[in-house]
């Protein structure tokens, strides 16, 4: 660099017209990762597309549950939400964030106060938010893959997430499940990290992103799973040594640190939050007022269809016994949450279809496994990489055009304007003309 710099200094026109050529903006770009930025992208386009559906009229009950709770903290000052039946981090991280956006009005001269935040232009922010977690889900699912099974297969993962309908779906509401998927991910990431490298950091921090999951909402404990399957790849013979189990420990203290400090009222208001908890428990052991009489395994299976699609179904079978030829330490950490919680889940009567969204970005990296195992048998690497990539490209368009189809036509339903708005509107028209 010393003997760099001074040829630069000294050049004349000549020099200095090097230094502005096009390979130096060029060079730094092509350091870029630009598949995963342009799939990250496009899976934030679809996520923000219509994210101001029907406003300012709230539609969606539990939107209210925590961007009505949020707002109604910042205008009382009150951080008690006195309501437990989901966890209170998504409640509080919005209830900072309009605060910071009222004040910022204020500062505008919009508003009097940062409590005269408008609730259209909150439930926008809210709304916005949840669509950058749920393109953050694809990128950690894409990091994911990438560690276990390969660069390929992290990118095809991240496709399938990214065009998932049910994800893309929820992810235009103000609710836990994005959130919790996310940190989730984050979570079992770190721990794939620990079964490769068990240092104290790679403990520590899947403990917190999975507290800050079960923060999100409570089913996410299960993440703990993937952290004993990682602990066990990890240590093998040596599970039981002293460093080992204080790392494991450390990683429970720092989980369930991190919920109590998302959830403060968990003890400030232990008898509310007791109450509450046992109530969303027994919730689960009836059907929802209203819900299809199938039973709940079946409507998982429906939901799964719609969600990913019946080719990507196709490639998870043939992906879990690809992964499990191919590795089975990496089907182990990518399988352990995504059984347990299925598994329990699936004993309750109870069924909304947000339920399934933990188990998705798993399911993607399996189908994503079973397409990139399927071509490497269909096209032998002797007929060159790039037939290989322009196959899977192929199989990947077909394997993602039902779930992408639903999601564009959802988005576009949402974006037009409700039938409910219609009918208000003509009911206000006449009210004047009286």
């Keep these: 660099m010393s003997s760099a710099l001074p040829r630069i200094l000294t050049s004349r026109s000549r020099g ?130 990438t560690l276990l099974l390969g660069r390929r297969v992290g990118l095809l993962a991240g496709l399938f997430l990214a065009l998932n309908f049910l994800h893309v779906r929820d992810s235009h509401y103000i609710v836990n499940d ?95 939050f007791h109450e509450h908890f046992l109530t969303q428990a027994a919730w689960g052991n009836r059907p929802w007022f209203g819900q299809s009489p199938e039973p709940a395994p079946l409507l998982w299976a429906l939901t799964l269809v719609q969600a990913m699609g019946a080719v990507q179904l196709i490639l998870v079978g043939v992906g879990l016994a690809a992964v499990l030829v191919r590795d089975r330490r990496a089907a182990l950490l990518l399988g352990a949450f995504p059984t347990i919680y299925a598994a329990f889940m699936l004993t309750k009567l109870l069924f909304v279809p947000r339920f399934v969204m933990p188990v998705i970005p798993f399911l993607c990296l399996f189908a994503a496994v079973g397409a990139d195992s399927l071509i490497r048998w269909l096209v032998p690497a002797r007929r060159g990489r790039a037939v290989q990539v322009a196959v899977l490209a192929g199989l990947a368009l077909v394997a993602v055009a039902q779930p992408a189809t639903l999601a564009i036509q959802s988005n576009r339903l949402i974006s037009r304007e409700d039938t409910r708005q219609l009918a208000g509107r003509y009911v206000a028209e006449q009210l004047g003309r009286d």
């Excluded at 800050?212 to 909402?217: D, N, Y």
């Excluded at 993937?226 to 790392?247: E, F, K, M, N, T």
């Design 16 to 145: 200095r017209a090097r230094s502005w050529a096009p390979s130096v903006w060029v060079q730094p770009l092509a350091r870029v990762d630009q598949p995963l930025v342009a799939l990250l992208l496009g899976a934030l386009i679809v996520r923000t597309w219509g994210a101001n559906w029907l406003l300012p009229w709230i539609m969606h009950e539990d939107e209210l549950s925590y961007a009505g709770r949020a707002l109604g903290m910042v205008r009382s000052g009150d951080l008690n939400p006195y309501w437990f039946i989901n966890p209170t981090l998504l409640t509080y991280v919005l209830a900072v964030q309009y605060w910071l956006l009222g004040a910022l009005a204020t500062l505008l001269g919009q508003v009097a106060s940062p409590a005269d935040l408008s609730w259209s232009r909150a439930f926008l922010y809210g709304r916005l938010e949840t669509a950058v977690w749920g393109t953050a889900a694809v990128w950690a699912t894409c990091r994911l893959g």
């Design 178 to 272: 994005v959130w919790m998927t996310f940190l989730l991910v984050v979570s079992i990431l770190f721990a794939a990290r620990a079964s490769r490298a068990p240092t104290t950091a790679n403990y520590l921090l899947a403990g917190l992103a999975g507290g800050l999951a079960i923060g999100a909402k409570y089913s996410a404990g299960f993440f703990f799973a993937s952290v004993l399957v990682a602990h066990v790849v990890a240590w093998r013979g040596h599970v039981l040594s002293w460093p080992a189990l204080c790392r494991l420990g450390a990683s429970g203290v720092v989980a369930g640190a991190t919920f109590l400090a998302t959830n403060p009222y968990a003890i400030l208001d232990w008898p509310r």
